[in-house]
């Protein structure tokens, strides 16, 4: 049986509440530079907080919503092709940062378990949305998600970069 849309919404929202108020453990290991997938390269994170900032924010406020939001105010789409659309815009992405890909990726590469999880979820409640109306509910969650994941992870977790060497 497949999960419905409106108790998807209701975890999500469940979860951006929780997170206002408690520091994700993901966010936190991210602030302390600690990535058991094996992301980054010879003990640099920078990479890892950058691409956690700009990816997430590609797939939301660049990419993913103003697409998607084209295609729920075209008539000629309809809410199957928005679903797809979908699928086709954030299932990538969102496995690449919060899957485990045993056997070389052990842990979610960048730290995002919960973005891949919530995509599946959404994913997997696109049997129950019937209406383009439904699938816009559904999808105006990113609004409320956006500047958390934005706004948590790379400010909060900010490496301690040394000082230039002048000279």
Same mark, same amino acid.
């Given at each position: 049986m497949s999960k419905h849309w409106k108790d998807v919404k209701a975890a999500i929202e469940k979860d951006i509440d929780r997170i206002w108020f408690e520091e994700p453990e993901e966010v &936190?290991?991210? #602030? *302390? =530079?600690?990535?058991? $997938?094996?992301? =980054?390269?010879?003990?640099?994170? *920078?990479?890892? *907080?950058?691409?956690q900032a700009c990816d997430t924010q590609a797939m939301g406020w660049w990419t993913v919503g103003p697409a998607i939001s084209a295609a729920l105010s075209d008539d000629t789409f309809s809410v199957e092709h928005c679903k797809r659309m979908w699928k086709y815009l954030n299932v990538h992405m969102a496995r690449l940062m919060g899957a485990k890909l045993e056997p070389n990726c052990p842990a979610p590469w960048l730290n995002l378990p919960k973005l891949w999880?919530? !995509?599946?979820?959404?994913?997997?409640?696109?049997? %129950?949305?019937? %209406? &383009?109306?439904?699938f816009e509910d559904l999808e105006q969650l990113r609004? #409320? $998600?956006?500047?958390?994941? *934005? !706004? !948590?992870?790379?400010?909060g977790a900010r490496p301690q970069l040394p000082a230039p060497h002048s000279g």
């Open positions: &936190k290991m991210s #602030r *302390l =530079g600690i990535f058991p $997938s094996g992301a =980054g390269s010879h003990d640099q994170v *920078l990479g890892n *907080l950058f691409f999880e919530f !995509c599946q979820d959404i994913v997997e409640a696109f049997d %129950t949305i019937e %209406t &383009k109306e439904e609004e #409320r $998600s956006e500047p958390l994941v *934005l !706004c !948590c992870v790379p400010v």
